[in-house]
């Protein structure tokens, strides 16, 4: 079982930037997947960003390609998504998940069904 918990999120104005960060506990960081999902008010939650287990392979959703980064530090147990360049279409809350069993050359989950584990979720707002 993992556990995970969400920070950093808050209130930053447009073209700002912000990092959150997801702390992950419950057992070892590896063969897991980690992945940032958002929903906005009235909408679907929706795929944003997943790193492989040891940070091999990334992708994102096409809108935040070139502004937003996944990382993580798996001597931490944290994995973090960069927001720069942010727009008032990012406002949301953002979730960290993780899917079990995935490793650096397996495809990397995108759905919702495929992750286990969720977060709280924090809260992003872009708004001047």
């Known amino acids: 079982q993992v556990q995970l918990v969400e920070s950093g999120g808050g209130l930053v104005r447009p073209g700002g930037s912000l990092r959150l960060s997801c702390a992950a506990s419950g057992r070892t960081f590896r063969g897991i997947s980690m992945g940032w999902f958002r929903q906005a008010p009235g909408k679907e939650r929706e795929f944003v960003a997943v790193?492989?287990?040891?940070?091999?392979?990334?992708d994102s959703v096409d809108s935040v390609k070139g502004r937003f980064t996944i990382s993580r530090d798996n001597a931490k147990n944290t994995v973090y998504l960069q927001m720069n360049s942010l727009k008032p279409e990012d406002t949301a809350v953002y979730y960290c998940a993780a899917a079990a069993g995935y490793d650096d050359y397996d495809l990397q989950p995108t759905a919702i069904y495929e992750y286990e584990y969720w977060g709280q979720g924090t809260q992003v707002t872009v708004s001047s």
């Open positions: 790193i492989s287990e040891n940070g091999v392979r990334t």
